[in-house]
């Protein structure tokens, strides 16, 4: 059975780095085909992908954001770390880890986790 | 980027209705489309993957169709389940992967 769990910060500043980390069982990240992604969804509105860590450390983020993300992984933790740099309200959101199995496709979602950037 | 559009944007139908959403992409995708059901404040099931192919435990009143940039996923006979927002979503291997802005189905 796989599962993913966000944890991090409910509440950030502007400016300020954000840390979330996915910690996920039921598969390893050391198995050829295997991704975790990271992506995000502002309140009432809809999801956009930030980043996504294969089982071989190939690292892809989106265009639009590349400057402020990095994702990690730690395969003997079964965790992928994603930081966001110099956060702003705009990025208030839920955000959610997921497995990738197929490559173009999540298919198993955490639960999100709520991030909030005030002052 | 690729960029994904979605029609209609909210949709009101009956249980028991057939339904179909159109998704777009800005560029040929091949079959790299994947489809996803969401209700309030949970995460996204993943229902149709490769436009087509039905993802294990969906049942199969869903389905995907299409290629290149024209897509569309159809609900047979809509049930109470079912309302909901389902988004499309791209992979391409260059900006990887792109959501449409989404369908809200609500109850007529």
């Known amino acids: 059975q796989i599962t993913l769990k966000e944890s991090g910060p409910t509440l950030v500043k502007p400016t300020q780095t954000l840390t979330l980390t996915c910690t996920f069982s039921?598969?390893?990240?050391?198995?050829?085909?295997?991704?975790v992604g990271w992506i995000r969804q502002p309140p009432g509105k809809a999801l956009e992908w930030l980043a996504l860590?294969?089982?071989?450390?190939?690292?892809r983020y989106s265009p639009s954001l590349k400057s402020r993300l990095t994702i990690t992984k730690d395969t003997s933790k079964n965790q992928v770390v994603l930081t966001m740099t110099n956060m702003d309200p705009v990025d208030t959101a839920t955000y959610y880890c997921?497995?990738?199995?197929?490559?173009?496709?999540?298919?198993?979602w955490g639960q999100g986790t709520l991030v909030t950037v005030s002052s | 980027d690729i960029q994904m559009t979605q029609s209609p944007s909210t949709l009101s139908a009956s249980v028991g209705d057939r339904v179909t959403i159109t998704c777009r992409a800005s560029?040929?995708?091949?079959?790299?489309l994947a489809w996803y059901q969401q209700k309030p404040g949970k995460a996204p099931k993943l229902l149709i993957y490769?436009?087509?192919s039905l993802e294990s435990g969906v049942p199969s009143r869903f389905s995907g169709s299409g290629s290149g940039t024209e897509f569309t996923l159809t609900i047979s006979s809509l049930q109470p389940d079912d309302f909901a927002t389902y988004y499309c979503?791209?992979?391409?291997?260059?900006?990887?992967?792109?959501f449409g802005p989404g369908t809200k189905v609500d109850i007529k």
């Open positions: 997921a497995h990738s199995g197929t490559v173009t496709s999540f298919d198993y």
């Open positions: 039921g598969f390893s990240l050391s198995t050829s085909g295997v991704g």
């Open positions: 860590i294969y089982w071989d450390d190939d690292k």
């Open positions: 560029q040929s995708i091949s079959s790299w």
């Open positions: 490769k436009a087509s």
């Open positions: 979503q791209q992979y391409n291997s260059y900006s990887l992967f792109t």
